[in-house]
Every structure is written in structure tokens, then in C-alpha cells.
């Protein structure tokens, strides 16, 4: 029997990575459900191909475009986000992808958890946003994660077979992006265009973003606080502009474990379906050949504040997280549309941290609400950051 | 309860590493057996300090000095090969540390793998020379080896938790030990006290001329071969400089596991003793400010000869691996008595393995009888390839 999947996101960078490692082994998985934000045409094109018995379109105004485009084909549709909360938690489905980007992930994310899901998780806001509320869930209802993300994959890979060992530190390895040895100066000039080539992984927009200013980075730091139970001072970062090693676990005895290979987003991707097993895939491997050299060195927090916020965040916990998130989406928008530049992002998320009121133990509730209101604080205070021509 | 702990080869760089660690955990280990070769005065101090139920020495010409010695200690003390092999099977025995150097390790190892008991295997000599023999051997016993050497503790290491996971290969790292960026006219006037001097590990001298040499890697290829059931062309060399990746595992689906750490063997000595644990350690940790660079290169098989052998007498199997081990603890004390050059170990141990009677099949006997014809022929010639001056 293969195992049958729900991707949330198919229509994204990380979604059709996905339907590209699913393809491959049909006797092994079947897609059942997938999603969409607002790409109709493309969540048409995906249903034809794989025929899932339902699809979900997240933003309602496209539902007719999407059930025009499947009429010939066998297939349940519907639209909005309760729709796509409901049909994750469906008994048919063994697997939940969380490959939406952003805070929309999260409600689906929950709801496939409260139902005892596995889930692969490629959706960082997540856990940024409600790291403690999830770890409750999964306690409760026997739902397992596992990271997709390079990084997360990378500790996790790391700690199997390791239940129990005493860990000093895990280190997420940073490619630094495309502005790695820019100055500040030259970072103020940068233009969205420069900031969307990323040097080695393929993601999409946000991501790439988030990958030059170090924010990406920041996130996962949080991310890995709540998927491996560690303090802030144990989750360190380190420049390593190759990509090769993922990230690395650092045993009390002395030992250290890493988890690499080339940067394909699709190796751990097809790794969170197949553990605890691994499938023999056509995946480009490690080749020294290639990656002659490796090179590591500290991150500048200086240039790169966004990793510096998001340790802050760390620290503060409660809502904070959420409102540097929150705050890191409106800034990143900003960008890409050209309103403020690349250093004003971190000031724009600093100065929404600083201006959002803070609470120590939020409900989801209250989550929702910070979301909104940080939001809410970032797009009014854009102009404050206008970007100096 | 303390593990009881038998460790065999008490006096050598890994015996006594060994002792290092385990007086910093005198609640979980005791040494019960302690034994060596000759050295009865370092082999007395250490049962002073540790106070093992038995000590032998296997040179039976240093039974008084060691009796003598221990005349105010409460320890049994005997001397020969034989009752090396017997106390390595007494019922009070949990881990069996097998740090002899050379051929004398195997009979001790076997008689202890064949009393079914947990081996630290430090000797590398036992599955180069009898590796398929010891196979069967473990199967029948439940024995269990954790191998001690860094390259396959590292491969051991990656494997725990990916049970049944399918491998593409795995990659040995070499440091390429002192004379790495040497030329073959530079090798030619190579000096003992040179070979004696490695760049990144403490150890003793014959594997410190064999890492100078690589045939130190070669005889942990076929090692690697047998400790974890692979075909010669699934085990790849790599020079890396650095010592700081001490081995990685290829699996098929494309990703990578590497075990990292500084290079002190104590670190894969602890774990050999705490496996499937780890214990919290003051050893050296890895620390990016001091490795900055990681590099990486294939080995030049040109200038160094001996791996090619080891891979050409792990392709014909049998008593060539035994051979080619035999030939070069013969070249290697030539070598060192200043008697041939450095490339001419390489060429004494190459003729020795055309010249000696191959077996595809031996039994140990025969691998006995092995050694002691190789050792003659290879002793019987050295004057063929005695160093031009």
C-alpha cells in the first residue's frame, strides 16, 4: 500500500519539489490531497497529472477557475481555509506535507496535528510562531514532525539512533546568501532582483529573501528550539557559504555529527517521506570533486541583525517570535516591491518588535491576534523606513 | 555496576588513552584484566594504579620483573600468549579493549569473540588478516565489535539508528599524514625519526610510519570491508588534511552522514566503552575557529603505493591481506632500522605478496602459517630493496 500524502502547498517551491520525489516512486506514495494557495492554473495542472481524489484552493475567488479547469476529471474540489483544515485531518491520509509559506500554514499545520498526523514539515512559521503550543499537541495526540527544511533535516538525521544522548550544542550551518561579503554600504543599494538569486538552493521568493538578510536563519534557530526541546545557548549558527554540510550535532563526549550533501531541497524532502527509511533515489550526490573546499566562519551580526533579533526573540519567547515573523512578512513584501531597502527590513521588524504589545503565555487566540496586529504596525510604520535614495 | 573492562595491549598509545579515559568515569568502568606485551615496568606501575584482579605479560622472559614488581599488590600475574587468550574469556569480563598492535592481536580477539563478549577493537590487524573468518565467528557467538580506530568509529557512528538503510559507499578520510605534499625524490631520502612525526594524531609507531605510508588506510579499507559487509569498490579514500572529519557514510538516497570531531583518540574510545550511551567528556571539543578550512583530495596512488596494494589484496581475498599485513610489519622495522627507504616498503611488500603461496580459502591455521612465511620471505629479502644511498 503506498502512503497516501495531503501536500499543503503544491503549487510552491517546496510543493512541486515534492510532486517531482513523489512521482518517482509511485508504488510507494499517492497523492490524495493537495492544495493551493491562489495558483488555480497550476493546482489544475498538478490534479490532471496526479490525481488526487481532492483538491483545495485556498483563496475562495479562484474556485470557479479551478473546478472549470478539472471538470473532465474525477476529483473533489473546494476552497477556503477551512476546507483545507478539514480535509488534512481525513483518515485516508498518512502523511500531511506543511509546505504552505508564512503564518497561513499554521492553522492547517495544527489541525493535522490535533488528528495525530505524521507531518512533514517545511512550513517554518509554524513553529516559530507557536513552538510551545505544538509541542503540547503532539504530546496529546501522538502526531510525529519531521523537518524538512535542509537544516532541521540535517539535526534530526543527525540525532537518529541517538535517543537519550546528552547534546552540547547543534550548529545550523548559513550559506550567507548572495550579499555574504557585502559591506553596509553595498547592502544598502540592493535591489530585490539581487536578493532573489540565491547562490545555491532553489526556494521561492520569501524564502530567498529571508535567506539574504539572515532572517531565514533566525527562524530556524527558533524552529530548532522547539523540534529538538534545546535553550537558546545551545542552538548556534555558523557561515559555511558551500552548502554542504546541513547542519551538525555536537554530542557531550566530545563527537560531532553532521548530515550533508548537495543542496537539493528534493533529498530531504524524499528523507522526511521515507523515514526511518531511506529510499535509493537518482538525487545529485556529494562529490568532492565538486566542493574541493569547505569554509566556516561566524555570522555578522552586525551587517546581518536579523539573526541578532531573532535570538532576542528567542529569549523573550511568548509572542515575540510571532511579532518579529509577522513584522519579517510585511518588511519582506516592502522590499520586493521596492518601498523600503535591504537594511531597512531589520529596522522595520525591530521597530514593530519594540511597538507590539508583548504577552508571555499566548493561547493560538491570542497568536492570531499578534499576527494581525504586528502586521497591522509594520505596514503602517513603512514609511518611517522609506528607503534613502 | 561498574562494566568490567579486560584491556589487552595496556601499555601501547590506545592502551593507555584508554586508561585516561576510564579514570574519569570510576563509577562505570573497572579494569579487571589488564595485559602486554614486554613493557612488565610501565605494565606494574598501571596495575598499581588501577588495580586489575589480573595482569600478564606476554614476553614470558618478563614474568619476574613484573611478579616483582607487583609483590605488594593483590593481583594475579601470569605471563604468556596463552593466558592472554584465557583471561580474556573469564566470565567477569563485559568489554574486551583489543589494543594489541599487530598479528599477536588475533588470537586474544578471536578467543574473546568466540566467548561472545562486547569488543572494542583497536587492532586492525584481526579482520585485515581473518576478517571473513571473524565474521562467521561473530555470527555464531553474539559477540559484538565497536571498532576504536576514528575512521570506522566515525562509520560506526553513522550507522546507528539507519538499521537495514541502503549505502552507496562510504569515504575513509586520510590525513595524508607528514609527508603528504612530498615528491617521490623527496620520499626517497625520507628519514625514520620524519615518519615518526604526524601532523594531527598521537599514536604509536607503527602506525604512525603506516599513516605516513597509507598503509595505514589500506589496511583500514579492508577492515572497513568486514566490519560493515562491503564490496572494495563501495569504499572510497579521500585525503583531508584537517583530520577533523574523521569518515562519512554515502547512502542512496543522496544524503550524506559524517562524523566530525578534533583528533584525539579518545573520543572514539569512549565511545566504543559507552555504546550505545554517550557520556558527557572534557575532551577536546570541535571548535570552527581552529578549523576554518576543511579540504579534500584524492589520494596519489603513485606516490603511495601501499594503497593500490591494499586495494588489489582486498580484490584477491584469501591470505592476501595477511600477506600484504605480514610484508609490511616486516618493511616497516626495516624501515625503521634504517635498513630500507621509505618507497622501498612499499616494494618489499609488494614482492613478498607476488612471491608468497596465495590461498583463496584458508583457514586460520593456514593464515598462521601465513604470516610466518610472508614475514620470512619478506625478512629473507629486504637486502633486494636495501636503501641506495
Known amino acids: 500500500m503506498p502512503k497516501r500524502i495531503a501536500l499543503l502547498g503544491s503549487t510552491g517551491s517546496i510543493g512541486t519539489q515534492t510532486l517531482n520525489v513523489i512521482e518517482k516512486y509511485p508504488d510507494d506514495f499517492k497523492v490524495e490531497v493537495m492544495t493551493a494557495g491562489s495558483n488555480a492554473k497550476l493546482l489544475a495542472q498538478q490534479a490532471v497529472k496526479f490525481k488526487p481524489g481532492t483538491v483545495v484552493i485556498g483563496n475562495k475567488s479562484h474556485y470557479q477557475t479551478l473546478k472549470?479547469?478539472?471538470?473532465?476529471?474525477?476529483?473533489?474540489?473546494?476552497?477556503?481555509?477551512?476546507?483545507?483544515?478539514?480535509?488534512?485531518?481525513?483518515?485516508?491520509?498518512?502523511?500531511?506535507?506543511?509546505?504552505?509559506?508564512?503564518?497561513?500554514?499554521?492553522?492547517?499545520?495544527?489541525?493535522?496535528?490535533?488528528?495525530?498526523?505524521?507531518?512533514?514539515l517545511a512550513n517554518k512559521e509554524t513553529l516559530v510562531v507557536a513552538g510551545e503550543i505544538i509541542r503540547k499537541l503532539i504530546k496529546e495526540s501522538g502526531s510525529r514532525i519531521i523537518p524538512v527544511d535542509s537544516e532541521h533535516s540535517a539535526i534530526f538525521q543527525c540525532l537518529t539512533g541517538e535517543s537519550g544522548n546528552p547534546i552540547d550544542t547543534i550548529t545550523l550551518t548559513a550559506s550567507g546568501g548572495p550579499f555574504l561579503n557585502f559591506t553596509r554600504e553595498m547592502l544598502e543599494k540592493v535591489k530585490p532582483h539581487e536578493a532573489l538569486k540565491h547562490p545555491n538552493w532553489e526556494m521561492g521568493n520569501k524564502v530567498t529573501v529571508d535567506s539574504?538578510?539572515?532572517?531565514?536563519?533566525?527562524?530556524?534557530?527558533?524552529?530548532?528550539?522547539w523540534l529538538f526541546d534545546l535553550t537558546p545557548d545551545q542552538i548556534k549558527v555558523i557561515v559555511h557559504p558551500q552548502s554542504i554540510i546541513h547542519s551538525m550535532v555536537h554530542f557531550a563526549d566530545g563527537s560531532t555529527k553532521a548530515q550533508m550533501g548537495m543542496p537539493?531541497?528534493?533529498?530531504?524532502?524524499?528523507?522526511?517521506?521515507?523515514?526511518?527509511?531511506?529510499?535509493?533515489?537518482?538525487?545529485?550526490?556529494?562529490?568532492?570533486?565538486k566542493c574541493q573546499t569547505l569554509t566556516f566562519f561566524d555570522p555578522d551580526l552586525e551587517r546581518f541583525r536579523n539573526l541578532a533579533l531573532a535570538y532576542h526573540a528567542l529569549k523573550m519567547g511568548g509572542n515575540m517570535p510571532c511579532i518579529m515573523n509577522a513584522a519579517n512578512e510585511v518588511a519582506v513584501n516592502a522590499f520586493l516591491a521596492g518601498k523600503i531597502g535591504f537594511l531597512q527590513m531589520s529596522d522595520l521588524v525591530e521597530y514593530t518588535m519594540e511597538k507590539t504589545e508583548y504577552l508571555a503565555s499566548p493561547g493560538l487566540g491570542f497568536l492570531e491576534t499578534t499576527n494581525n496586529m504586528a502586521k497591522g504596525i509594520a505596514s503602517d510604520n513603512i514609511k518611517k523606513f522609506i528607503k534613502k535614495r
Do not use: C, H, W
Request: no cysteine.
Open 68 to 120: 472549470d479547469a478539472l471538470k473532465d476529471v474525477p476529483v473533489r474540489v473546494s476552497a477556503g481555509d477551512d476546507a483545507i483544515e478539514q480535509v488534512v485531518t481525513a483518515s485516508n491520509i498518512d502523511i500531511v506535507v506543511a509546505a504552505m509559506v508564512g503564518y497561513s500554514g499554521l492553522k492547517p499545520t495544527i489541525a493535522a496535528i490535533r488528528a495525530g498526523k505524521k507531518i512533514a
Open 212 to 225: 539574504a538578510s539572515l532572517m531565514n536563519k533566525g527562524l530556524e534557530v527558533i524552529e530548532a528550539k
Open 264 to 289: 537539493d531541497m528534493r533529498i530531504p524532502i524524499l528523507y522526511a517521506l521515507t523515514y526511518p527509511d531511506r529510499f535509493p533515489s537518482d538525487l545529485p550526490k556529494l562529490d568532492f570533486k
